[in-house]
């Protein structure tokens, strides 16, 4: 079957009640559906699984989904399970199934019945499995979260590096790589670590035009200034984003005692706080949430209006992710970061106790913090540029929302050169 033969409109109204694709989904369909080698490129929310999970269930065989989360596996599997009449059309194959389930899941997969199977990539690395999984016909991998692969990305798991051998042995099959993470060193390195720099690429626009970005220097009165500036924005739900646990606590108490409602999120809380808390922020029980980086994996809050952060991130791509979490609506979303150079001093000493290797890409990611809220030039423009994308602030869309091209003034700089 080739692309030519499926008509995958029809496919994604029957499968996913959808009735168009959503930017270059159908492109990357039919690459894959082509057997081609595919490497997706597209934001958080850009609808990335439907890229591979539309062509699973069309063709023959079985196709492998690699991902790093289990609780994001369970979550896949039970939503493609709720659109088939058989449970079988899709498992997840990983040390925490009994004899029987795992006996289940070959059954379904030796049938045809398993259209996608889910697997972690430590599962992967177990010779039963791939034994099993080289008897079978296999329609293609998908390396979900391929970022994973590349020391220069923000979530690198030493496991994705051994995929490459093991897709080897599953013989002359379609390989798909798919991330949310669009610097060009990264995508280099998903290339070259999945044996696939002959992959078609396809790469979605980073561009958020809603989103207003501005970066203050931070200053003693950042606590006034960020109450005066929930206080503009009363009622609207918002994210304020702090380094440390403690800092997380003070912050929301000093909202609190503002009459502002608050809440913290961080990981030292229990899960039963954890969790009332972020239903609290969903339920517009409170309308600012304060938090770690802990807060907002998964969190699908469309009208976020703001997301401040009090201290800067340890990478653009961070930032971005964070700041992503805002005007997923399309309507309005404010992007405040404070900016100081001792930030830069307290993020550069935790990378200091790290080791060599890590150092060094730590502190590079860091230097591209320091130029974004140094820069004097579009921000957008910045933050595309280091997403390998080119904007002309001119005529691109959005081209007028930031700080620095509303206002064009002095630059805001730091006291001394970032120590390498
Ligand atoms: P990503 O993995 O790129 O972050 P997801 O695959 O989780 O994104 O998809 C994000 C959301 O977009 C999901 O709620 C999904 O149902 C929705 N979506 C995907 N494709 C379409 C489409 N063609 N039309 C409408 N909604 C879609
Ligand atoms: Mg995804």
New binding site residues.
């Given amino acids: 079957m080739n692309s030519n033969e499926i008509d995958i409109h029809r496919e994604?109204k029957k499968y996913?009640g959808?009735s168009?694709?959503?930017g270059l989904?159908e492109r990357v369909i039919k690459s894959i559906l082509n057997k081609e080698n595919t490497f997706v490129i597209?934001?958080?929310?850009?609808?990335?699984?439907?890229c591979y999970q539309l062509p699973a269930l069309v063709q023959e065989g079985t196709a492998i989904v690699v991902s790093p989360l289990i609780a994001l596996m369970k979550n896949q599997v039970d939503a493609i399970r709720s659109l088939s009449s058989d449970n079988g059309v899709a498992h997840v194959l990983n040390s925490s199934l009994t004899k029987t389930e795992i006996s289940q899941v070959k059954k379904d997969i030796s049938a045809g019945i398993t259209k996608l199977l889910y697997v972690a990539p430590e599962s992967l690395t177990k010779e039963e499995y791939v034994t099993f999984l080289q008897s079978v016909p296999l329609s293609f991998v998908a390396i979900?979260e391929a970022h994973c692969i590349s020391e220069w990305g923000h979530d690198f798991r030493p496991e994705y590096r051994n995929l490459k051998h093991i897709i080897k042995q599953l013989g002359d099959v379609p390989v798909i790589g798919?991330t949310?993470t669009a610097t060009p060193k990264v995508q280099e390195d998903i290339l070259k670590n999945l044996d696939m720099v002959d992959a078609t690429t396809y790469k979605a626009s980073f561009n958020r035009p809603n989103l207003y970005y501005e970066v203050r220097t931070k200053t003693k009165n950042i606590e006034s200034d960020i109450i005066r500036f929930i206080k503009l924005h009363k009622g609207k739900s918002g994210i304020i984003y702090c380094l440390s646990r403690k800092k997380v606590e003070a912050i929301a108490e000093v909202l609190q005692v503002n009459g502002i409602s608050a809440v913290p999120y961080h990981a030292g809380l229990d899960a039963k706080t954890r969790a009332k808390h972020q239903d609290m922020f969903l339920m517009e029980d409170v309308d600012v949430v304060v938090a770690t980086i802990a807060f907002g994996m998964g969190i699908d809050k469309p009208d976020v209006r703001f997301v401040i952060h009090h201290d800067i991130p340890k990478s653009l791509e961070s930032y971005y992710q964070e700041t992503g979490r805002a005007g997923r609506d399309g309507g309005e979303g404010h992007c405040l970061a404070y900016y100081s150079y001792k930030d830069v001093e307290k993020l550069e000493k935790f990378l200091s106790g790290k080791p060599v290797a890590e150092q060094e890409i730590g502190f590079a990611l860091l230097q591209e913090v320091v130029a974004y809220a140094e820069t004097s030039m579009s921000r957008r423009k910045f933050l595309l540029h280091y997403f390998g994308e080119e904007f002309d602030n001119e005529t691109g869309e959005g081209g007028d929302m930031d700080d620095n091209v509303r206002n064009p003034k002095v630059k805001v700089e730091a006291k001394k050169e970032v120590v390498k």
């Fill in positions: 994604l996913f959808f168009q694709f959503k989904q597209m934001p958080t929310g850009g609808g990335k699984s439907l979900d798919l949310a």
